[in-house]
């Protein structure tokens, strides 16, 4: 309530950015159980109203899909905002698109059964746009790794039309998204964070989700959600975790690819030389390929002196 | 003797929840979006209880201030008209096994005709901004007047 009571001194409902905007439904949720009374319900009842049903559409829609795909025994983890369908945070996103993970023998098979069917020509509602992958996390041997989040994943969406993760799967797909540079919409990744680790806490392997970041270069990700969550919300987190993180090494290729916390001078600095060195490593790498393929020039004097 | 008139929610493709004591609804397969309020949103719930019409008569009686056949009336008008927009259908199957356990408290409140708020124009509705463009006091669906 202190939160809420500061945070509307300071905003103006009229001119909010993007990003609050996006966490309006679940912001009324959290008010109506604190039983507030404000002028800006009246429209944040509204805005919740028009989530709800224009979630009910999408996941309509989302219903038909995974029908078609089932037909042709293609079972589907549903990702993103969409499977957040027990959760007390179903109609506190708003579903845009759908992510869906399917195994990669089938991603073919799974994009020309929904081309087939041309699912949207009936549509009347906007377009969904529908990102069919069939990775989740990338390490080596990757079969392995697919293997691994179907084994944990279970069929729990829906009439059992489609596939929920695991929630530690789950939490590490939401930091890793969170924190990918250029990627924009931190706030509700973070607040999806929490909802899944207050809903779910006993739920997750934290030993699995220490061992997979590491695994998976995703330490960085994690370390930042975990302490954003500390540092604001105070979640159930068991107090070896974060510790366990600093400790691990950084990836080259993690430095590249994920943000830092603003506050993580000692990321920063880290962060600051791998992008610097970057382009010498490049060069670097250029280098010694040349030294070890044959120079052409002498492929070219080779076959001038043939042809004489 | 008569059968008891049970209802039930027209699922799958009438969803409903209740949000701060409306209940909003939405018929998928037509597009159409609904709201309850005050007894309409009271009767919802004796028909997600599975009371029979009678029982859902009698609740309201011990609910609200009212003459009985006006009450039986309203309520027998409402779930036919829930029925016509194919948001409630007939079954014989579920019956509450604990009808009428609702616990009278405070004074009772005078009866209103329950109605049924139907928005069929959803796509203009969706493509409204939802804090510049509706009624302050009232939100979404409902558009701001001049």
């Known amino acids: 309530m202190q939160a809420w009571d500061c945070w509307q001194s300071l905003i103006d409902i009229e001119n909010l950015d993007p990003s609050s905007n996006i966490l309006l439904p679940q912001l009324y949720k959290n008010l109506l159980i604190h039983d507030v009374k404000h002028p800006y319900m009246a429209r944040l009842k509204g805005i919740y109203r028009r989530n ?3 979630n009910q559409l999408r996941l309509k829609d989302l219903k038909i ?15 993103g905002k969409a499977s957040f369908g027990s959760y007390p945070i179903e109609n506190c996103r708003s579903i845009d698109s759908f992510r869906l993970l399917v195994q990669e023998k089938y991603l073919e098979k799974a994009n020309q059964k929904l081309t087939a069917v041309n699912w949207q020509e009936d549509d009347p509602t906007p377009k969904t746009l529908i990102h069919l992958q069939g990775h989740l996390f990338w390490a080596i041997p990757q079969d392995h790794i697919d293997n691994l989040v179907w084994h944990n994943a279970t069929p729990d969406w829906s009439d059992r039309l489609g596939w929920r993760l695991s929630v530690t799967d789950q939490f590490l797909d939401s930091c890793t998204r969170t924190f990918f540079k250029g990627h924009s919409q931190q706030i509700y990744g973070i607040a999806d964070a929490m909802i899944l680790i207050q809903n779910s806490s006993n739920d997750i392997d934290w030993m699995r989700l220490v061992s997979q970041a590491q695994r998976y270069q995703m330490i960085l990700p994690v370390r930042n959600m975990l302490i954003i969550l500390q540092n604001i919300l105070k979640p159930s987190v ?3 975790v974060l510790p366990a993180l600093w400790q691990m090494p950084i990836a080259h290729a993690e430095w590249l690819s994920y943000k830092i916390l603003a506050d993580d001078k000692r990321s920063f600095w880290q962060s600051t030389y ?3 060195v970057r382009p010498l490593n490049y060069f670097g790498t250029k280098l010694r390929e040349l030294k070890q393929t044959p120079f052409p020039g002498r492929q070219v004097l080779k076959s001038l002196l043939k042809v004489r | 003797m008569e059968k008891p008139q049970v209802f039930r929610v027209n699922s799958p493709q009438v969803v409903s929840e209740t949000i701060d004591g409306e209940v909003v609804i939405v018929n998928l397969d037509k597009g159409y979006y609904y709201s309850l309020l005050k007894t309409g949103a009271y009767i919802w719930s004796g028909i997600e ?14 609910t609200y201030l009212g003459n009985v056949e006006e009450i039986s009336t309203a309520i027998n008008d409402f779930l036919d008209e829930l029925q016509r927009e194919e948001i409630i259908v007939l079954t014989t199957e579920l019956i509450s096994e ?19 708020e139907k928005f069929t124009d959803m796509e203009d509705l969706l493509l409204l901004d939802p804090i510049h463009e509706v009624d302050v006091d009232s939100g979404w669906p409902n558009v701001k007047t001049a």
């Open chain 1, 52 to 54: 709800w049903y224009a």
């Open chain 1, 65 to 79: 899909i995974l029908s078609y795909l089932k037909d042709d025994e293609i079972d589907v983890i549903i990702l």
């Open chain 1, 238 to 240: 068991p107090n070896w």
């Open chain 1, 274 to 276: 791998t992008h610097s």
């Open chain 2, 49 to 62: 209880r599975h009371l029979d019409r009678d029982s859902i008569v009698v609740e309201l009686t011990r």
């Open chain 2, 98 to 116: 604990h009808p009428n356990e609702i616990v009278e408290m405070g004074e009772k409140q005078l009866f209103e005709k329950p109605i049924l």
